[in-house]
């Protein structure tokens, strides 16, 4: 092989990879608002549908109706100003700040349930628990496990897609509704 020959081929092997290279960094900026906008993401096993889940608890909650003659639960003005404050710096650390309070109720019922400690330390052992027990519905437990599962998205989605501060927002409505249900089924559970 000689030297012009040695220098055609290197050229024609770095010629594709130089041209991807080129269109990806003339294309950076509309890339990047395209993967922002993104519902679904699948890297090898893993696929997620954030969007497409939130959706799902919306119209799920949609078709709530409220019990009229529980009281109304008071909104902490302090959560949502820390949500507001959150959201902006970190859509990701603002739905599971959402989740904590719901993690909270879930311990409080299970206390009351007399659920056994055990199965109060894992939030998918402590739902089980509490539909089995007849404390929660098959329908709420569904929706907390779901919330779960988003919560956990969302903590582990760091460099492979961010959650938009939409859809943040959107979560925390959920958990919102579903952390009132759960205030509700404490309500009617009673002292114990």
Known sequence: MDWL?????????????????????????????????????????????????????????????????????????????????????????????????IDSSLKNLAARADIDERSRRVPVHTIRALVDAGEITRRLGNLLDELRGLRNQAAHLEGERQITVNEARRYKNIADQVFSELERAIYASGPR
């Not at 294309?27 to 922002?36: D, V, W």
């Open 5 to 101: 020959s040695f220098l055609a081929s290197l050229v024609s092997s770095i010629a594709w990879p130089t041209a991807v290279v080129v269109a990806i960094y003339l294309l950076r900026k509309p890339l990047g608002s395209l993967l922002a906008n993104l519902s679904s993401f699948k890297f090898k096993d893993i696929e997620v549908q954030f969007g497409k889940k939130l959706e799902t608890l919306e119209k799920e909650l949609g078709d709530t109706s409220i019990v009229p003659d529980l009281p109304e639960i008071q909104t902490d003005q302090t959560i949502e100003d820390r949500f507001d404050a959150l959201v902006e710096i970190s859509p990701s650390a603002a739905i599971i700040d959402s989740w904590i309070r």
